[in-house]
């Protein structure tokens, strides 16, 4: 039996050395996240390899799992910690080596194995760690998934078997560059700045890229887990306007920004305006919507109004399904719907068949925009956003707010909209049309000036957005008025950045 673990160790004794540490709040709606060291050490690791295999075994799936680590200095170790519990408990292992979290999920296919865990803590800042799951594919855990592990692992009922094993495959990115790039090049001569804030992106997208005949201006792709100019954070403004100021420099056509493990991409066009990725999904639903007409499109609660009243999407019988936030939600919406694709506003987008296979890659989307300029002759990234109804947007916006409370904090947010609503209360001075409280609250006023407010699934943050088709003061106004309710709430903190 392995030692049950402790939700709070001091690191240098003797005790963080032969105890499991790990913190509950890791086990997050779809993902695994964790401040190595702080939250959870190898042991605690280990134990999360163990229970991983245990659930596989009581969920009836073949015991076998794709693996692979993002490029941070403790990652690699990590990853070895939870083969050495998977193995323990009666998996095979098939190890990737350094990776993106789509070649993973590519893996899946690739190899035809049915389970996945990937090492990776995507966009955070160094120190943190975390684990991306599934055992059918395309999709990955979700609530129910992630509380049954937590339940196995924090009351260590993780379970050792005979039947693991481990095997590494060599040099599996050359079957996922091949996937990508076994296609006629791109007609239209463009010039690409391809960001990966020294990511690990960066070892693989240029590359690919480039294979399809674009021009690639590299900018930070050397690989460093120290991030020395920024997070390879593709919804981060310090990350975009990098992008930008490069574009203009080198005259680029387009810019296009990964993520640190790859599975997310962002847009800057030719003048170096960033565009956000909700609006980039716009695009590529009128791209794509020429060729599939009547396809649906699975959109996250935090993206922008106009999947569901954009004029030509509309004319080409488009049906927009908005959906929970989290790449776990929108992946497993797009495969129960059968959906062409869908699209996030962090920039994790899902391409189903016939363009792929359902999961969020990061390549994949800079390969869709790329193509989407290619059937584009004449027109420039600038023009194609231009083509779209204007709206006033806000970056994504994250308070703190503690994980141990966050929840019940938006709890009283939706209670108080669903209230003013029900009391005709005006919200930024106008009636409220409609709320979602799929995912949060996306309260709705009169003239369609929206905004939202949900509890950030990764981090101890709130997430807060506003929209506005009538003007850029009425966006201001919905988020005086969203956050003039959040500081009802004293756990409520400091934005990371605002409008």
């Given at each position: 039996?392995?030692?049950?673990?402790?939700?709070?160790?001091?690191?240098?004794?003797?005790?963080?050395?032969?105890?499991?540490?790990?913190?509950?709040?890791?086990?997050?709606?779809?993902?695994?996240?964790?401040?190595?060291?702080?939250?959870?050490?190898?042991?605690?690791?280990?134990?999360?390899?163990?229970?991983?295999?245990?659930?596989?075994?009581?969920?009836?799936?073949?015991?076998?799992?794709?693996t692979?680590?993002?490029?941070?200095?403790?990652?690699?170790?990590?990853?070895?910690?939870?083969?050495?519990?998977?193995?323990?408990?009666?998996?095979?292992?098939?190890?990737?080596?350094?990776?993106?979290?789509?070649?993973?999920?590519?893996?899946?296919?690739?190899?035809?194995?049915?389970?996945?865990?990937?090492?990776?803590?995507?966009?955070?800042?160094?120190?943190?760690?975390?684990?991306?799951?599934?055992v059918?594919?395309?999709?990955?855990?979700?609530?129910?998934?992630?509380?049954?592990?937590?339940?196995?692992?924090?009351?260590?009922?993780?379970?050792?078997?005979?039947?693991g094993?481990?095997?590494?495959?060599?040099?599996?990115?050359?079957r996922?560059?091949?996937?990508?790039?076994?296609?006629?090049?791109?007609?239209?001569?463009?010039?690409?700045?391809?960001?990966?804030g020294?990511?690990?992106?960066?070892?693989?997208?240029?590359?690919?890229?480039?294979?399809?005949?674009?021009?690639?201006?590299?900018?930070?792709?050397?690989?460093?887990?120290?991030?020395?100019?920024?997070?390879?954070?593709?919804?981060?403004?310090?990350?975009?306007?990098?992008?930008?100021?490069?574009?203009k420099?080198?005259?680029?056509?387009?810019?296009?920004?990964?993520?640190?493990?790859?599975?997310?991409?962002?847009?800057?066009?030719?003048n170096?305006?960033?565009?956000?990725?909700?609006?980039?999904?716009?695009?590529?639903?009128?791209?794509?919507?020429?060729?599939?007409p009547?396809?649906?499109?699975?959109?996250?609660?935090?993206?922008?109004?106009?999947?569901?009243?954009?004029?030509?999407?509309?004319?080409?019988?488009?049906?927009?399904d908005?959906?929970?936030?989290?790449?776990?939600?929108?992946?497993?919406?797009?495969?129960?719907?059968?959906?062409?694709?869908?699209?996030?506003?962090?920039?994790?987008?899902?391409?189903?068949?016939?363009?792929?296979?359902?999961?969020?890659?990061?390549?994949?989307?800079a390969?869709?925009?790329?193509?989407m300029?290619?059937?584009?002759?004449?027109?420039?990234?600038?023009?194609?956003?231009?083509?779209?109804?204007?709206?006033?947007?806000?970056?994504?916006?994250s308070?703190?707010?503690?994980?141990?409370?966050?929840?019940?904090?938006?709890?009283?947010?939706?209670?108080?909209?669903?209230?003013?609503?029900?009391?005709?209360?005006?919200?930024?001075?106008?009636?409220?049309?409609?709320?979602v409280?799929?995912?949060?609250?996306r309260?709705?006023a009169?003239d369609?000036?929206?905004g939202?407010?949900?509890?950030?699934?990764?981090?101890?943050?709130?997430?807060v957005?506003?929209?506005?088709?009538?003007?850029?003061?009425?966006?201001?106004?919905?988020?005086?008025?969203?956050?003039?309710?959040?500081?009802e709430?004293?756990?409520?903190?400091?934005?990371?950045q605002?409008?």
């Open positions: 039996m392995f030692p049950k673990p402790s939700h709070a160790l001091a690191p240098n004794t003797y005790a963080f050395e032969t105890v499991p540490l790990v913190k509950p709040t890791g086990f997050r709606e779809y993902d695994a996240r964790w401040l190595f060291g702080k939250e959870i050490n190898l042991m605690g690791i280990q134990a999360l390899g163990l229970g991983l295999a245990t659930l596989i075994h009581e969920m009836g799936v073949k015991p076998e799992l794709v692979g680590h993002d490029y941070r200095a403790y990652s690699s170790s990590i990853k070895h910690a939870l083969i050495t519990g998977l193995v323990a408990g009666g998996v095979k292992v098939h190890d990737i080596g350094l990776a993106l979290s789509p070649m993973a999920y590519f893996a899946q296919f690739e190899l035809d194995v049915p389970c996945v865990a990937m090492v990776t803590a995507s966009h955070n800042d160094n120190g943190w760690t975390g684990v991306k799951m599934g059918q594919r395309p999709v990955t855990f979700g609530p129910d998934e992630m509380g049954r592990l937590s339940d196995i692992v924090l009351n260590a009922k993780g379970m050792t078997r005979s039947g094993g481990y095997a590494y495959v060599d040099n599996f990115p050359a996922y560059f091949a996937d990508l790039t076994n296609r006629a090049p791109i007609k239209r001569k463009l010039k690409v700045v391809a960001a990966c020294n990511g690990t992106a960066g070892a693989f997208a240029p590359q690919i890229l480039e294979k399809l005949g674009c021009e690639v201006v590299p900018l930070d792709v050397e690989l460093d887990y120290n991030f020395p100019r920024y997070n390879p954070n593709p919804e981060d403004m310090e990350m975009l306007h990098a992008i930008a100021h490069k574009v420099e080198v005259g680029a056509d387009v810019g296009l920004g990964f993520d640190g493990d790859g599975d997310r991409c962002g847009v800057v066009d030719n170096g305006d960033e565009i956000f990725a909700d609006k980039i999904g716009v695009m590529l639903a009128r791209d794509l919507s020429a060729l599939h009547g396809a649906t499109f699975v959109v996250d609660v935090k993206s922008t109004g106009l999947f569901a009243t954009d004029p030509v999407l509309i004319s080409r019988n488009v049906k927009a908005y959906w929970k936030t989290g790449h776990s939600y929108i992946k497993r919406r797009v495969t129960d719907l059968k959906a062409l694709a869908g699209f996030e506003k962090s920039g994790h987008f899902f391409f189903n068949a016939p363009i792929g296979r359902g999961y969020d890659d990061g390549v994949v989307t390969i869709q925009v790329i193509d300029l290619d059937r584009n002759l004449g027109k420039t990234m600038a023009d194609l956003y231009a083509d779209l109804p204007k709206t006033w947007g806000s970056p994504t916006m308070p703190h707010c503690d994980d141990e409370i966050k929840y019940q904090v938006v709890e009283r947010v939706v209670k108080r909209f669903q209230d003013m609503q029900a009391k005709n209360e005006p919200v930024s001075g106008q009636k409220i049309r409609d709320l409280t799929v995912n949060g609250v309260v709705t009169e369609g000036t929206w939202l407010v949900r509890a950030s699934s990764n981090k101890p943050e709130l997430v957005v506003v929209e506005s088709p009538v003007s850029e003061q009425r966006m201001r106004d919905m988020f005086k008025a969203v956050d003039g309710v959040m500081r709430n004293p756990e409520v903190g400091a934005y990371n605002t409008i």
